[in-house]
């Protein structure tokens, strides 16, 4: 499903702020004012109070109406209060947009954000954006860690239930190669599997790694033959 679609799905609720990624195409998705404004159907974000921050487009058109004070020194390069010029954009979005502009040192990237919220600060525009890329992080580990080609099914608990189950095996894929070079390194001469079965069993043991790991001697432990049980000598 294309990127901008998600907005015909989504029921905004009032107070929440909808952070929308940067799409890497030309088109750049959510920069879809007709759908952000959603002027003929009930969704709609500036009428039910809920906001939305988006990477803006450098070539939408747009005419200043005001330019407020920044502090320059928090990354913040312009705040201003604009309306689109364009017949089309401005006929999906009569309303009027704030514009910020930011710094970030981090990337030495300049970003330009538009937003239907004019109380908060503009630097709190920013970090808002600036959170959705942590979620953008995660999604990117689970595409280049986990083994999820596709979905079974695409209910919450579906979609919660596979991601844990590919979770698990990643952490145990994982442990097992921990557990590898930890033997090599080591130098021991058990095999890896009873390197596993060893550390199953003291998991929640406080023993140092290397005592659990000593080879016990198996021929003292079953000296005493008087109190084995001969199953097939009867």
Known sequence: MHDVNILDEILPEAGAFYV????????????DFERLYAVRTFRVFTLCAAFFVVRT???????????HAVDKSTGVRSDQTVVLTAMDSAKAYPDPLRRVSYHDAETDKRLTFLTNNFVL??????RIYKCRWQVELFFKWIK?????????????????????????????????VLVAIFRKRLGLEASLYQILQILSVTLFEKVPVLRALQA???QDDLSDDGKQLILFDF
Do not use: C
């Open 57 to 67: 487009k450098e070539n939408v058109l747009f005419q200043r109406r005001y330019s």
């Open 20 to 31: 929308m990624r940067y799409a890497r195409s030309v088109d750049r998705g959510y920069i």
């Open 144 to 176: 280049q860690h986990l083994r999820i080609k596709a979905f079974y099914g695409t209910s919450e608990n579906a979609v919660k239930t596979q991601i844990w189950i590919a979770v698990s095996v990643y952490a145990v894929r994982t442990f097992r």
């Open 216 to 218: 016990s001697d198996s």
């Open 121 to 126: 600060p503009a630097l709190t525009i920013a």
